[in-house]
Nanobody, 117 residues
Framework: QVQLMESGGGLVQPGGSLRLSCAAS????????MSWFRQAPGEEREFVAT????????YYGDSVKGRFTISRAKDKTTVYLQMNSFKPEDTAVYYC??????????WGQGAQVTVSS
């Protein structure tokens, strides 16, 4: 089993910044990537960003390109999501997940991010 624990959510004003962290623990596994998703109330889950574990390539959803940055710790046990220039529509629960092959097999419990003045 792998456990993913998100942290760093909270209340932020429009235009502000936050950094989310996702720490992986448990049995050693080989992920192909780790990703962030988000889900707002009444909305479908939306892809935010992903980072490939071996090469560190990054990919972003159109709604966050240029504002959010995904990265990982050198020991590859933690992935980060630096979020800047918040908009109210960024309000959501943010989840990290591991990609093994073509399946997202482990998910964190979610971190609430609320953008409000």
């Amino acid at each position: 089993q792998v456990q993913l624990m998100e942290s760093g959510g909270g209340l932020v004003q429009p235009g502000g910044s936050l950094r989310l962290s996702c720490a992986a623990s448990g049995r050693a596994v080989s992920f192909s990537a780790m990703s962030w998703f988000r889900q707002a109330p009444g909305e479908e889950r939306e892809f935010v960003a992903t980072i490939t574990w071996r090469a560190g390539r990054t990919y972003y959803g159109d709604s966050v390109k240029g504002r959010f940055t995904i990265s990982r710790a050198k020991d590859k046990t933690t992935v980060y999501l630096q979020m800047n220039s918040f908009k109210p529509e960024d309000t959501a629960v943010y989840y990290c997940a591991t990609l093994s092959g073509s399946e997202y097999d482990y998910w964190g419990q979610g971190a609430q991010v609320t953008v409000s003045s």
